[in-house]
Structure formats: structure tokens, C-alpha cells
């Protein structure tokens, strides 16, 4: 059973045709998440709005609670996914920087281009932004290759770093899920509301 | 009118929808949990473990070895030591401990060649023939009675009594022919040239790619 | 009244747009065994326009000329289809909602140019961040949780992190 392309139960030339569709809906669901809004998604750090991440997180668990449901049931093996590796130093430097430029540009990635399609400028300079800053990694490359190569542990997941049973470890995100929701309420109805 | 109930329920959405989520997370903990079945079904291997095609016998071997087929790959089972002292001509020594050792699946796992495996009977060349059947490799075979038997008839031919039919004698002597073959004297053909054991070039075995694409990075 | 004045920016339900997104996840893990992903079609662009204007320099770097094939262009590549999907998904999403329009969203009480400036700057910074961590928010983080990969949840954790130890020294372009 799935995954679908790399068993070949889907040729192979369809998968660019699936990498459209599959964007499309990515791209619609941002959007109408309201992840076009730099204003919104900066909000998540000043508690005036959480939806980051709420979708974040809820994302988070719909996927891990229906992979782990078609795994169990079958339909897919979820050893054979792919797993992102972790390079210790790598994740947290990399990650540290994408915090300051996420609270300083108000977008990543793939919300910037959700504002690049309906139009807002400051994402296209933003896309042009992370476009030189791939330049630069790439001309630097020589300096951040210690980091970037260094410290690999494979593909890891968390039951091979943690020890801890996947399932046990997913009921209780979900309860801290939960709680953070909750939370986050309770913050938001405190903090100043905050129009954009 | 705006249903007074509705309301109500609606008001409790979140709380529902969150109590959903640890209901379902919570019987991923809870459902019964079972060891995976790997590899074909065992209705399968039990068809194929009663099919007589996976064995091969000595007299096919001797005459697929000795026509030089390049799609044999023979595998010795047994320890080092005694594969060390006599094996097959151009075996490859991989004993049933080390079967699953990660260089040796590539020998496995391919469908280029016809592994036959071998040891000194049937029994460990059975266990290895189950293990690799149940993981779904293809082009697997066991060398009838092993290496005991390759020495009782082809190494050895027995000489076939007077009273026995013309095919009997044929069989000897293809046999005593592969014998000399594989470099054993026979003292009514010491004139003529004994036959240098052959050492064919060793077999370049190809790594097979496995079968399943692995999937690429994000990001 | 403020209501009508919002109205453009009625989104969904943040807890309907992540179920939806959860499924989608699901869905592309089905089909492709792979999540989904955003910064790694920028990356093609970058390598796709080296390799068009310095062809000798992106062969002799190390790190373009692992992204680059004899025989097909760095653009041919499953990230940047889905990022044209992505645009298409968004322009529709968009149009839908009327929020299509030339515009620079930014605080009340910071000018244009300040916002520009800062946006830029934060792509700098998000590009090489992401490049250094192998992934962005949904590559590495959202497509990493989905696995329980170990890197992805790390580098979540990172990004978040500082995102709000940094948060205060930019309150005046948000709030």
C-alpha cells in the first residue's frame, strides 16, 4: 500500500501534476487561513491573534493521529515516509535564525507566497529577500558547511531519540494541545485587540 | 427562531471537538497492538515451501556449473572453516547467522541471479530458503542434499552394478565426466590430461537498487 | 460599523483551516511518502538563475552543483511545481474573498519604507536559516511533526523560540 509514488501504484509522470494539485489546496487552505496577513501571523508573538498556531498545531495532530491510524490499519507504512534528518546543530542555528527573520518579516515561506499571489508587496520583497539569502548560504557555503554537515544523527524520529511509544507520546501532545488552545484564549481576550 | 438547543450545543463546540481529539489520540494507546506481518502472506510461503521446484539437484548443478551459466550464484551456509577447506567452485561463503548482515542482502534481494544455497545437508539450506521466501526474494533454490550428496554423486559416482538399466550407466558416466571436471582422478584416465580445476573469473555481483523508491527530501 | 470595515478579513476558523491542512498532510504523505514543502522551490529559482548567469561558478561551487543535473533544469523539480500550485491555490483562495490588490500591509505607526526594509531583511534572514536547517516552517517543522521526525519538532521548537525571545525589539512594527 501507500505511499502511492514511490511503490509506482502511481506512475511516475504524475507527480508533477500532483505536486500542482496538492499546492493548490496548500495554497488555498493558507490563504483562507488567513496566512496572507502578515499582521495576523506576527500576532501569534504579541497574543492579539493565535491562529498560527492553532492551524499549526491542529495540523500537527489531524496528521499524526490519522498517520498513525492508516498505519496501523495498513493503508500506509509509515517507515517508509520521509523522515526529515536531524542535524542537531544544524535544526537549532537554522531554526534560531528563521525566528528572528519569521518576527521580523512576519512571513515564512510558504505564507509569503501565499501574499505574493493576492498581491501584497512586502511579501514579494520578502521572497526576493529569502532568495538572497539562499545566495548568500550558497557563496558562503564553505563557512557553514561544519553546521550544516555536522552533528547528523540520521533520520531520526522521536521514538528513536526519546525512547518513548509513539502513541503514548501522541495522546499526551494532543492533552498539551489542548491546553495550550485553551491558554491561548485566555490570553488573547487580555491582550489589547489589535486591528489590521 | 434561532433553535435555543443548537445554541446550547454549539456553545460546547470547542470542548467537544478537543474531547474528539484526545478520544482518538487516546485509542491509538489503547488499541491492541499485534507484530506486523512482513514479507508475503503465509499462505503463500506455505504453497511455496510444498512446491517441489525450489530444489535443484546435484545433476543440474553439476551441468549448470560446468556449462558456466553466469546466472549462478552459489551460497555457501556453512561456517567459514569448512568452507574454507572445500566448497563449490566459486561460492560465495555467507553463513546462515550472518544471512541478514546488510552487505548480504544485496546478494539476496535481486532478481539477476539464481541463488542456489547450500550447506552440508538440506536442513541449513531449508531455514535460509524460508527466511529470504518470507521477505518475498525472488530466484531462490536448495541444493538437494548439499554438499553430502554432491560428494556421494558427483564427486563419487557409484559404479552402477551389471544387473542395473542402460540409463544408469549413462548417468555414471556423464557424472564421472563432471567429476573429472572438478579435478578428481579416475586411474583408468591418468594418462590423459587431468583437467585443471577451472577457476572461472570471479562473478561481479551487481548490487541490486531496492525496489522501493525511497522518497525525496522537503525543503 | 467596525463589522462590515473587518469584513475582508473573515477568515476561517483557525481550527477548520488546520483540520483541513492536517487531511492535506495526510493525504500528500499517502500519495507522495513526502510532506509538503515551500523554501526548496526558492532555492531551485536561486540555482536556476546562478546556473543561467555564471554556468563555470555554480559548476565549481560546492553547494549549487548538487542541485544541478545535466539532464534536467534545477526548475523541474517537485518542490517548485507545488509551489506553483500553492500560488494558484492562494490566487483562487483570494479572489474568492476579494483580498487581491497592490498593498503594503503594515502598522499604522510605521512608515512603508520601514516595513519593506524589514520584510527584506527577515527573508534574508528566514532564506539562510532555512537553508542551513534543511527545511522552513512546512518543510522541516510541519512536515517533520507529521512523522514525529526528531529535526522536525527541534527545529519547530527553535524557530518558535526565538521568534518570541526576539519578539519585544519588534513590537513597534506589529503592534
Known amino acids: 500500500m501507500g505511499p502511492l509514488l514511490p511503490n509506482d501504484i502511481i ?23 488567513g496566512f496572507s496577513s502578515s499582521r495576523k501571523l506576527a500576532g501569534v508573538f504579541y497574543g492579539y491573534d493565535f491562529a498560527v498556531l492553532k492551524v499549526f498545531f491542529t495540523a500537527a495532530l489531524v496528521s499524526l493521529i490519522g498517520l498513525l491510524y492508516m498505519d496501523y490499519l495498513g493503508y500506509v507504512d509509515m517507515s517508509s515516509l520521509y523522515v526529515h534528518p536531524t542535524y542537531l546543530w544544524a535544526a537549532i542555528i537554522g531554526g534560531a535564525i528563521m525566528g528572528i527573520g519569521f518576527v521580523a518579516g512576519g512571513f515564512c515561506p510558504g505564507t509569503s507566497l501565499c501574499a505574493v499571489a493576492i498581491g501584497k508587496i512586502d511579501a514579494i520583497v520578502y521572497v526576493i529577500g ?10 558562503l557555503y564553505s563557512v557553514f558547511e561544519p553546521i550544516y554537515t555536522g552533528y547528523f544523527y540520521g533520520n531520526i524520529t522521536l521514538v528513536d531519540s526519546l525512547g518513548i511509544n509513539p502513541y503514548w507520546f501522541v495522546f499526551l501532545f494532543t492533552i498539551a494541545a489542548v491546553i495550550i488552545f485553551v491558554l491561548v484564549d485566555m490570553i488573547r481576550k487580555r491582550v489589547k485587540k489589535v486591528f489590521y | 427562531m434561532i433553535n435555543r438547543k443548537l445554541v446550547k450545543f454549539l456553545s460546547f463546540r470547542y470542548v467537544i471537538l478537543a474531547l474528539l481529539f484526545i478520544i482518538l489520540a487516546g485509542g491509538l494507546v489503547l488499541l491492541p497492538k499485534f507484530e506486523k506481518q512482513e514479507g508475503i502472506k503465509p499462505e503463500q510461503l506455505l504453497s511455496n515451501i510444498i512446491s517441489p521446484e525450489r530444489y535443484i539437484t546435484t545433476d543440474e548443478l553439476a551441468d549448470r556449473i560446468i556449462n558456466q551459466d553466469p546466472s549462478l550464484l552459489l551460497i555457501d551456509l556453512r561456517d567459514e572453516e569448512t568452507f574454507k577447506k572445500y566448497s563449490l567452485p566459486n561460492a560465495i561463503n555467507m553463513p546462515l547467522k550472518n544471512l541478514f548482515d546488510e ?16 550447506s552440508n545437508d538440506n536442513f541449513d539450506a531449508d531455514q535460509a530458503w524460508i527466511l529470504c521466501n518470507r521477505l518475498d526474494y525472488k530466484n531462490l533454490y536448495v541444493l538437494k542434499g548439499g554438499i553430502n550428496r554432491w560428494f556421494k554423486t558427483i564427486i563419487n559416482p557409484p559404479h552402477p552394478k551389471e544387473n542395473m538399466p542402460l540409463e544408469a550407466f549413462k548417468l555414471y558416466a556423464t557424472r564421472k565426466a563432471a567429476s573429472m ?14 583437467p585443471k580445476r577451472p577457476r572461472p573469473t570471479p562473478k561481479k555481483v551487481i548490487t541490486v537498487k531496492k525496489k522501493k523508491k525511497a522518497p525525496e527530501g522537503g525543503c | 460599523m467596525k463589522i462590515k470595515k473587518q469584513n475582508k478579513h473573515l477568515y476561517w476558523n483557525p481550527y477548520y483551516g488546520g483540520f483541513l491542512l492536517g487531511i ?5 504523505f499517502y500519495i507522495t511518502g513526502r510532506g509538503l514543502g515551500a523554501s526548496g522551490a526558492m532555492k531551485s529559482s536561486v540555482v536556476a538563475i546562478v546556473n543561467s ?42 479572489g474568492i474573498s476579494g483580498r487581491i490588490g497592490w498593498r503594503t500591509q503594515h502598522s499604522p505607526k510605521i512608515t512603508r519604507r520601514r516595513r519593506l526594509i524589514f520584510a527584506f531583511s527577515g527573508g534574508i534572514l528566514f532564506g539562510l536559516g532555512a537553508q542551513i536547517a534543511r527545511g522552513c516552517t512546512s518543510g522541516a517543522a510541519l512536515s517533520g511533526m507529521a512523522v514525529l521526525s526528531s529535526g522536525g519538532f527541534i527545529t519547530m521548537l527553535a524557530i518558535f523560540g526565538t521568534a518570541y525571545l526576539f519578539a519585544y525589539f519588534f513590537r513597534k512594527n506589529w503592534i
Do not use: C, R
Not at chain 3, 492535506?24 to 500528500?28: E, P, S, V, Y
Not at chain 3, 560546492?62 to 523539480?77: C, G, H, I, Q, R
Open chain 1, 130 to 139: 529569502i532568495m538572497v539569502g539562499v545566495f548568500i548560504f550558497s557563496e
Open chain 2, 181 to 194: 571436471y572438478f579435478g578428481v582422478a579416475y586411474p583408468d584416465q591418468v594418462k590423459t590430461n587431468v
Open chain 2, 103 to 118: 552487505d548480504s542482502s544485496a546478494f539476496l534481494n535481486q532478481d539477476a541471479y539464481d541463488v542456489v544455497f547450500f
Open chain 1, 11 to 33: 506512475p511516475f509522470e504524475w507527480s508533477s501534476i500532483i505536486a500542482i494539485v496538492i499546492g493548490i489546496f496548500f495554497g488555498f487552505i493558507l490563504e483562507s487561513s
Open chain 3, 53 to 94: 548567469a555564471a554556468p563555470e561558478h555554480a559548476e565549481s561551487s560546492a553547494y549549487y552543483s548538487k542541485f544541478l543535473d545535466d539532464t534536467k533544469s534545477p526548475m523541474n523539480n517537485w518542490l517548485v511545481f507545488e509551489t506553483l500550485g500553492v500560488l494558484i491555490g492562494a490566487l483562487i483562495s483570494g
Open chain 3, 24 to 28: 492535506l498532510i495526510i493525504f500528500t
